[in-house]
């Protein structure tokens, strides 16, 4: 199946940096979301995008969907220690029984 | 609560041994999913089922089975002819072509 491209792999960071996390696809897609996993754990929905251009924040959290539906990114701001974990961006397209496509994934690891 | 269960958190397999995982969910959703997810890996596609009594395989469905009896449940077997079943094990469900939401996963080790 087909993968997102997801960069980067991993990142460390020091507590009250800013992150920036982002996924590219050859084929477009109507939504992008992004997910975090804590190990362990399955992963949990963080932002969802529907349109090209959206903006969207959730808290400390900010995601784009990309102008041209082949790409989004994830900011974080002020990162502190809870935001350790995995992070990917999955792209879903309308009439795809499969659905989401995933990204391989963020590994981010926030130092004190 | 309204949400996705999965059991149990930590299944062992011996060989050739059949193991089949639980996951349930009351979120009215019609269709489910089976990922695997391997160490430092992403998620990979089982199986998923749109409708009960009806489900097709994903990239990776070899040496594994699954039933859509209910639509709150779809098992998954790990059979014995899956020659490397460790790994994690997610369980996701949504209303048709929609955001899914994941289980909390099953962790199967072999002995």
């Known amino acids: 199946g087909q993968q997102l491209n997801q960069s980067p792999q991993s990142m460390f960071i020091q507590e009250g940096e800013d992150v920036s996390m982002n996924c590219t696809s050859s084929?477009?897609?109507?939504?992008w979301l992004w997910y975090k996993q804590d190990p362990g754990e399955g992963p949990v929905l963080l932002i969802a995008?529907?349109?090209?251009?959206e903006l969207t924040s959730n808290g400390r959290l900010t995601a784009q969907f990309g102008i041209t539906r082949k790409d989004s990114f994830l900011n974080i701001s002020a990162s502190i220690p809870s935001d350790v974990g995995i992070y990917f961006c999955a792209g879903l397209l309308s009439g795809s029984a499969r659905q989401l496509t995933f990204g391989s994934g963020t590994q981010l690891t926030v130092l004190p | 609560d309204g949400g996705i269960t999965q059991s149990p958190k930590y299944l062992f397999r011996k060989e050739g041994q059949n193991v089949t995982l639980s996951c349930e969910q009351n979120l009215n959703h019609d269709a489910m999913y089976w990922y695997r997810q391997d160490p430092g890996q992403g998620l990979r596609l089982i199986y998923y089922?749109?409708?009960?009594?009806?489900?097709q395989k994903g990239d990776i469905a070899e040496g594994y089975s699954v039933s859509r009896e209910k639509k709150e449940s779809f098992p998954l077997t790990v059979t014995s002819a899956q020659k490397n079943p460790t790994a994690f094990y997610l369980c996701a469900s949504s209303m048709v072509q929609e955001t899914q939401y994941f289980g909390p996963g099953t962790r199967l080790l072999v002995l």
């Open positions: 995008l529907y349109k090209a251009g």
């Open positions: 089922s749109q409708i009960v009594n009806d489900f």
């Open positions: 084929s477009i897609f109507n939504t």
